[in-house]
């Protein structure tokens, strides 16, 4: 029997990167889509990048998405490329709305008009939530997004669930809530804490200006949430599903932890900064993984320090190496 194929979309990003490795693992052909650009890095795929097929196509060009399916014939297909900081939503917005909303449609209907029984996965987001109506939020929470990414998200979201029931499409939404790892761009408040942090340990710099340290999240390690994302796919019948930890930790937790893993106090270095202030903040995003662990078997494996200090050691490590040089 012919091993199954998967066309990942953000492939070289923090998510595609350990689903790739995963599918990779299970013997999966991986079909890697890379948008023609000469920013793309392939530093988080370039491990497994001999392993991998990568193949040019662009969620902002139906076109090239048929030709794309019509070639390599997935059947599956993960759509985690987006533009996905959310910082970034307020200043792009149209930009955010073409990829991370429209670029769901224009993939849906790729599938729908080459082979319909290609299985989809999209990836939702918490940020969907916002400005949370339910504590904890589960699959059927309302939305109230507050950020243009969170918007464009949900009718990312609500797109998916129109296909699936409109066309019978095997299509799937995974609300993940935040996922981090040493693999997170620096630009992530995660990153930038870790990364920090390892730069003054090694006296390269004292302070690090921050936006609020109030906000809770429900952080997650990426590697073991993109383990959801596959056995969503081999379910029977399509569904949604929240992948979460169900535990809630303030930024200031974050920073203690990561501080304290190099001996220092995060309040001695800390700067409060408004220019890092989201203008309608999301305060408070915890997950109710209940129906992930009972239907998908799934249970996250890194606890939240442990994630940091993996993070730390990561980035220790980097900051070693540069400068070394």
């Known amino acids: 029997m012919s091993p199954?194929?998967?066309?990942?979309?953000?492939?070289?990003?923090?998510?595609?990167?350990?689903l790739a490795e995963h599918l990779l693992d299970l013997?999966?052909?991986?079909?890697?889509?890379?948008?023609?650009?000469?920013?793309?890095?392939?530093?988080?795929?370039?491990?497994?990048?001999?392993?991998?097929?990568?193949?040019?196509?662009?969620?902002?060009?139906e076109a090239s998405i048929i030709t794309l399916l019509a070639e390599h014939r997935p059947q599956e297909v993960y759509n985690l490329a987006a533009q996905s900081?959310?910082?970034?939503?307020?200043?792009?917005?149209?930009?955010?709305?073409?990829?991370?909303?429209?670029?769901?449609?224009?993939?849906?209907?790729?599938?729908r008009t080459v082979d319909p029984s290609m299985r989809f996965y999209q990836a939702s987001s918490s940020e969907m939530f916002g400005k949370v109506q339910a504590v904890p939020q589960i699959e059927t929470t309302p939305f109230y997004p507050r950020s243009p990414y969170g918007v464009a998200k949900v009718y990312g979201h609500w797109i998916t669930v129109n296909y699936r029931e409109?066309?019978?499409?095997?299509?799937?939404?995974?609300?993940?809530?935040?996922?981090?790892s040493e693999r997170r761009g620096m630009e992530f408040v995660t990153r930038k804490i870790t990364y920090n942090a390892a730069r003054i340990a090694n006296k390269l710099q004292h302070e690090l200006p921050m936006g609020s340290?109030?906000?809770?999240?429900?952080?997650?390690?990426?590697?073991?949430?993109?383990?959801?994302?596959?056995?969503?796919?081999?379910?029977?019948?399509?569904?949604?599903?929240?992948?979460?930890?169900?535990?809630?930790?303030?930024?200031?937790?974050?920073?203690?932890?990561?501080?304290?893993?190099?001996?220092l106090n995060w309040q001695d270095h800390v700067v409060l900064d408004d220019r890092f202030t989201r203008p309608a903040e999301v305060d408070l995003l915890v997950g109710d993984p209940t129906?992930?662990?009972?239907?998908?078997?799934?249970?996250?494996?890194?606890?939240?320090?442990?994630?940091?200090?993996?993070?730390m050691e990561s980035d220790l490590a980097l900051v070693a190496a540069r400068s070394r040089v």
């Open 4 to 18: 199954k194929k998967a066309l990942i979309t953000g492939v070289t990003g923090q998510d595609g990167s350990y």
């Open 27 to 61: 013997g999966y052909e991986v079909v890697g889509m890379v948008r023609r650009s000469s920013t793309v890095s392939f530093e988080r795929i370039s491990h497994i990048q001999d392993r991998m097929t990568l193949v040019s196509g662009d969620l902002l060009d």
């Open 85 to 111: 900081f959310v910082q970034t939503s307020w200043t792009q917005p149209v930009f955010t709305g073409e990829t991370t909303a429209l670029g769901v449609t224009r993939m849906l209907d790729a599938i």
């Open 166 to 180: 409109s066309y019978g499409m095997h299509a799937s939404s995974g609300i993940l809530f935040n996922h981090e």
């Open 213 to 263: 340290v109030d906000p809770r999240r429900d952080w997650g390690f990426a590697g073991d949430y993109v383990k959801a994302m596959h056995l969503m796919l081999q379910q029977d019948t399509p569904d949604d599903f929240v992948v979460a930890t169900g535990e809630t930790h303030e930024v200031r937790e974050f920073l203690q932890l990561a501080f304290d893993h190099v001996g």
């Open 291 to 311: 129906k992930a662990k009972r239907v998908l078997g799934w249970e996250p494996e890194v606890s939240f320090k442990a994630l940091v200090a993996r993070m």
